[in-house]
């Protein structure tokens, strides 16, 4: 990915995909499988896409969402929810927030152990295959004047290669694999993605092997073959692999207590992403990613409201 800075101060990010509460079960003790487990039930908004713009915005960039919601009590709660982001934030341009006819907001239920660490997780994500092109088409132009689209694998492979086709020398494409299952659909596209985020099984499942057969770095190196540009690949406990054209960086985490892993992803790409539009390099936006991932896994919402660039910078220098 270029690290040229594109607008430092403020680079202009639209994000397409996946918006809609996390419902969270937290267990008071360690599932038993096949009996009723009690738990804690919370919830507050998720989604790839609606976290990354989020933290995009806390990180003061100027974005743009592009989602779809259903005509239902729980969308015109997360709506509500972006339009109230707080009054110091820049606000983020809902232009591309479309309601479906049919098609209720997405359900997203993620089962937690006491520890934090997720069990499992349902959904019904039917909704975003309505983001087809022809809806990106009707959107105005002017929304895709911007120095970057992240996408999720959300979305269907027809639009992916849609937005692949937007990216140009000014406009990068980066996309986050989402799950094993979904992370195939970018595969005809690849070639256009200059920043890739994927964990260890997304990897897997782009590059065709066995996820406990896989080694990281080997992995980055195999994507990058494939035609992705950059890798920023999320290891647990383990850190963070980094792979540019020039470089394999292997990033630890930072030491924290963990309260809920939900959104950890998302916060560390948006801030990776950030990052490198402003011309930050790899290990430096690394290491950026690392702390926001760390303050968002302390906290039970999918994205730390005290996230900010000063508490990156006070994490990252300490």
């Known amino acids: 990915m270029d690290t040229e800075a594109r607008g430092a101060a403020k680079p202009r990010i639209a994000a397409v995909g996946a918006c809609h509460l996390d419902r969270k079960a937290r267990a008071a003790a ?10 804690v039930l919370g919830g507050c908004p998720g989604g790839v896409a609606r976290n990354v713009a989020e933290n995009l915005c806390r990180l003061g960039a100027d974005v743009r969402l592009v989602t779809r919601l259903g ?50 997780a349902v959904a019904d994500m039917r909704i975003y295959d309505e983001i087809t092109p022809a809806v990106l088409r009707g ?13 999720d694998c959300n979305l269907p492979a027809e639009t992916l290669g849609f937005l692949a086709a937007l990216r140009g020398e000014s406009r990068r494409l ?20 200059d920043l890739l985020f994927v964990n260890r099984g997304e990897a897997a499942a782009l590059l065709g092997v066995k996820v406990e057969e896989l080694d990281p770095a080997a992995a980055a190196a195999a994507l990058r073959r494939a035609g992705a540009g950059e890798v920023a690949m999320t290891l647990g406990g383990e850190g963070l692999c980094v792979a540019t054209e020039k470089e394999t960086l292997m990033l630890e985490n930072l030491d924290n207590r963990v309260v809920d892993i939900t959104g950890a992803g998302d916060a560390l790409a948006a801030a990776y992403l950030e990052a490198r539009l402003r011309g930050v390099p790899p290990a430096a936006a690394g290491r950026r990613a690392l702390a926001a991932a760390h303050l968002t ?7 730390n409201p005290a996230l900010s660039p000063a ?8």
């Open 311 to 318: 508490a990156l910078d006070r994490l990252v220098t300490a």
């Open 30 to 39: 360690p599932f038993a499988v096949g009996a009723s487990n009690p738990v």
């Open 71 to 120: 005509n239902d009590p729980e969308g015109d709660t997360l709506m509500a929810g972006l339009r109230g982001l707080p009054p110091d934030l820049p606000a983020i341009d809902l232009t591309g927030v479309s309601r479906s006819a049919d098609a209720p907001t997405a359900f997203h239920l993620i089962a937690l152990q006491p520890d934090g660490e997720m069990l499992v």
């Open 139 to 151: 959107l105005p132009a002017g929304l895709w004047d911007v120095d970057a689209i992240f996408a």
């Open 297 to 303: 896994v302390a906290c039970e919402e999918s994205v």
């Open 174 to 193: 980066a996309v986050n694999g989402v799950s094993p299952a979904k992370a195939v659909r970018l595969g005809p596209s690849l070639a256009a993605c």
